[in-house]
């Protein structure tokens, strides 16, 4: 049942995420023959664009009359993003470990444990996100493909790598994912998810981002979560919206 009081979040990760790439940042990826990108070197860079700044900023899920308020804070010293929301507390957290994750959870200030990999298909609070997009366990899956080049308009209209990436283990909600990743800035503007039967679930789409002259950076100011039944219907959607960062003193 929808409320307009959620509970709350804090979810801290050592990469940056998809769902809220808020700093683009600008990073160099060497093309290989034929001028295009190597797709196993610009997924890493895609995995390890992190903003080497810290900063606070606060945002909110909307689904419906489902309003869930957070606050994120990047903390350079810890290469973490973490996310706060109001109670009860849980933390999730996704560690980078020499090209391996870890995804723990920590609730009611107990000591964290690995996630169990069958609740990587569960909603987050009622939402479209689940544990599995996090987690972007996808971004370590082996021989990802470039498919092709897209225009994508985000406000502007940007150019990016179109790359597939196979589920290695039957395991997740996942078989197959493309991700969309931006030319100049790397960060992921569009994802798509298939079910094990190839037929089109999941969504993520950034639908518009600003310049900011003090960051000298694009930031996320809203992105859409689609969830789609197997007839290809968008059947629910959440929306995620960012304020400016402050940075941290």
Same mark, same amino acid.
């Given at each position: 049942?929808?409320?307009?009081?959620?509970?709350?979040?804090?979810?801290?990760?050592?990469?940056?995420?998809?769902?809220?790439?808020?700093?683009?940042?600008?990073?160099?990826?060497?093309?290989?023959?034929?001028?295009?990108?190597?797709?196993?070197?610009?997924?890493?860079?895609?995995?390890?664009?992190?903003?080497?700044?810290?900063?606070?900023?606060?945002?909110?899920?909307?689904?419906?009359?489902?309003?869930?308020?957070?606050?994120?804070?990047?903390?350079?010293?810890?290469?973490?993003?973490?996310?706060?929301?109001?109670?009860?507390?849980?933390?999730?957290?996704?560690?980078?470990?020499?090209?391996?994750?870890?995804?723990?959870?920590?609730?009611?200030?107990?000591?964290?444990?690995?996630?169990?990999?069958?609740?990587? @298909?569960?909603? #987050?609070?009622?939402?479209? &996100?689940?544990?599995?997009?996090?987690? +972007?366990? !996808?971004?370590? =899956?082996?021989?990802?493909?470039?498919?092709?080049?897209?225009?994508?308009?985000?406000?502007?209209?940007?150019?990016?790598?179109?790359?597939?990436?196979?589920?290695?283990?039957?395991?997740?909600?996942?078989?197959?994912?493309?991700?969309?990743?931006?030319?100049?800035?790397?960060?992921?503007?569009?994802?798509?998810?298939?079910?094990?039967? @190839?037929?089109? #679930?999941?969504?993520?789409? &950034?639908?518009?981002?600003?310049?900011? +002259?003090? !960051?000298?950076? =694009?930031?996320?100011?809203?992105?859409?979560?689609?969830?789609?039944?197997?007839?290809?219907?968008?059947?629910?959607?959440?929306?995620?919206?960012?304020?400016?960062?402050?940075?941290?003193?």
């Amino acid at each position: 049942m929808n409320t307009d009081a959620a509970p709350a979040v804090e979810i801290c990760y050592a990469m940056k995420l998809f769902l809220i790439p808020v700093l683009f940042l600008l990073p160099t990826v060497i093309l290989a023959q034929g001028g295009k990108p190597d797709p196993a070197k610009l997924v890493r860079e895609v995995r390890y664009s992190q903003a080497e700044q810290s900063y606070d900023l606060t945002g909110k899920l909307e689904k419906g009359r489902l309003k869930i308020p957070f606050k994120m804070s990047m903390i350079e010293e810890l290469s973490m993003i973490r996310f706060r929301f109001t109670n009860p507390t849980q933390i999730i957290s996704l560690v980078l470990k020499d090209n391996r994750y870890e995804l723990t959870e920590q609730v009611a200030g107990q000591k964290p444990k690995e996630l169990a990999q069958s609740r990587y @298909g569960e909603n #987050i609070r009622g939402t479209d &996100v689940t544990y599995e997009d996090i987690s +972007q366990r !996808f971004l370590y =899956w082996p021989k990802p493909k470039l498919v092709g080049e897209e225009k994508l308009r985000i406000t502007v209209l940007r150019d990016t790598w179109v790359v597939r990436l196979d589920n290695p283990r039957r395991l997740g909600p996942y078989g197959v994912v493309k991700i969309w990743i931006d030319k100049e800035s790397k960060a992921l503007l569009q994802v798509e998810g298939f079910d094990w039967e @190839g037929r089109k #679930i999941k969504r993520f789409e &950034v639908i518009n981002v600003q310049k900011d +002259q003090e !960051f000298g950076m =694009w930031l996320l100011e809203k992105m859409r979560v689609e969830t789609i039944d197997h007839k290809g219907n968008r059947k629910e959607k959440t929306y995620m919206a960012m304020d400016k960062p402050v940075k941290r003193k």
